[in-house]
């Protein structure tokens, strides 16, 4: 376990369910995700199934269960962006990454989720890449953004 996990969830105390949110907010600040690690002390510690803390956790839209890449891009399947092509935005980006969503690439330079309406309809649809807007996109202009994004941290 790291050291940070390990900290985190010591300082709080046994049995105390009511803290199970918390934790995992403390944490996914400290790691960036919730790692399997960290359920499972987490579920020794407040005497919960890690199955439970899984359930209550995804039940949250803030919490991630896997390290993301350096570019991690947010995909927008919302109605709106649904209807104007999102599949095919979804499908570019998966041949792009070489994963699945909620995966990160092999290189760990890039990972992808697809997520509900992120509040930009009226330019759908949209991407956010490390939280930034780019609408209206099409599978085109995703390619070549992500090649051109690829060129730019291989060089860093
Ligand atoms: S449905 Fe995609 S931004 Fe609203």
Do not use: W
Request: proline content about 4%; aromatic content about 8%.
């Amino acid at each position: 376990m790291t050291d940070s996990v390990e900290k985190i969830v010591s300082s709080y105390k046994s049995g105390r369910r009511e803290d199970l949110i918390p934790i995992l907010q403390k944490i996914q600040e400290a790691v960036g995700y919730i790692p399997e690690e960290a359920i499972v002390a987490i579920g020794n510690k407040l005497k919960i199934s890690t199955t439970k803390i899984y359930g209550l956790a995804t039940f949250y839209d803030q919490f991630r269960f896997f390290p993301q890449g350096k570019i991690h891009i947010t995909i927008c399947n919302g109605t709106t962006c649904y209807i104007n092509g999102a599949s095919d935005v979804i499908e570019a980006v998966r041949e792009f990454v070489g994963t699945e969503p909620g995966d990160t690439s092999r290189d760990k330079l890039f990972s992808y989720e697809v997520t509900t309406c992120v509040g930009g309809c009226h330019s759908s649809p949209v991407i956010l890449v490390n939280g930034e807007y780019h609408a209206p996109v099409t599978p085109e202009s995703i390619s070549e953004m992500l090649s051109k994004l690829r060129v730019v941290i291989e060089n860093e």
